[in-house]
């Protein structure tokens, strides 16, 4: 039987949550990165991906897509860990916290959906504008909405985890990385958003710094310095 294969570009974007949740559960797995667009498209045009995007994993003869559909695939698979519970209510705050990372993300995605990918109904001028727009406001109101509620929903599960589960559930996998982009700049260009959010430094300094998380970064140029330090 061969280990289950991920699909995705060579960048973190919507994989590094699967990724890391492999290798939080200690599951091996195959990290294949497209060469190139080129190569990405073609399967797409190849009518493999349901839905014409990647993520995509490989098990066996059948592909699954949708990064969180994938994410929970990862966590049966590891039945015994806290990564997506079996009790329904626990479950369900999970799938809340995922849904929420694609809330905060929603509008940054469509304007930057219109202008890549052929979707671009607007003139160049008025396409940056729109994305501007969208950056300013995606900074100064819907990303501290949505942290607001995301410290909110940390402190009433009363554990160290987003969704108060005992330990790292696949919430925690989704933001995390998110999180760190949005502490990098990386969204937004406004990488002192986090600032405001010190629960949230102290979360992804703990989910950083599992070990096997810490491991799996240990020879890439990563920074794991959640101080404001660390972003320079
Ligand atoms: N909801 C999907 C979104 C996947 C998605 O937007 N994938 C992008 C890359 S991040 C993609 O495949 N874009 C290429 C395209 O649509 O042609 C998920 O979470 O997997």
Not at 22 to 39: C, L, Q, S, V
Request: proline share 5%; with cysteine.
């Amino acid at each position: 039987m061969s280990v289950p294969k991920l699909l995705y570009f060579d960048i973190p974007g919507k994989a590094e949550a699967i990724r890391l949740c492999f290798t939080y559960a200690g599951i091996p797995f195959e990290d294949y990165r497209f060469k190139d667009r080129e190569e990405f498209l073609a399967m797409k045009t190849s009518g493999k991906l349901v839905f014409g995007q990647v993520p995509a994993l490989e098990v066996e003869d059948v592909i699954l897509t949708q990064s969180t559909a994938i994410l929970r695939y990862v966590a049966k698979l590891k039945a015994e860990s806290a990564l997506y519970p079996a009790d329904p209510i626990l479950a369900a705050r999970v799938d809340a916290i995922c849904d929420q990372e694609s809330d905060a993300f929603m509008g940054l995605r469509v304007a930057k959906y219109k202008g890549r990918f052929g979707f671009k109904f607007l003139e160049d001028d008025k396409f940056k504008e729109q994305l501007d727009d969208t950056l300013a406001n995606l900074n100064s109101e819907v990303i501290p909405r949505h942290l607001d509620a995301l410290v909110a929903a940390l402190k009433a599960g009363g554990t160290d985890w987003l969704a108060g589960t005992k330990g790292p559930s696949i919430a925690d996998f989704c933001w995390a990385p998110v999180l760190k982009g949005i502490h990098e700049g990386k969204f937004t260009g406004d990488a002192k958003v986090l600032d405001a959010f010190p629960d949230l430094v102290a979360f992804l300094h703990k989910f950083y710094t599992l070990p096997a998380i810490a491991e799996y970064y240990k020879d890439t140029p990563e920074t794991i310095d959640f101080s404001a330090k660390g972003r320079a």
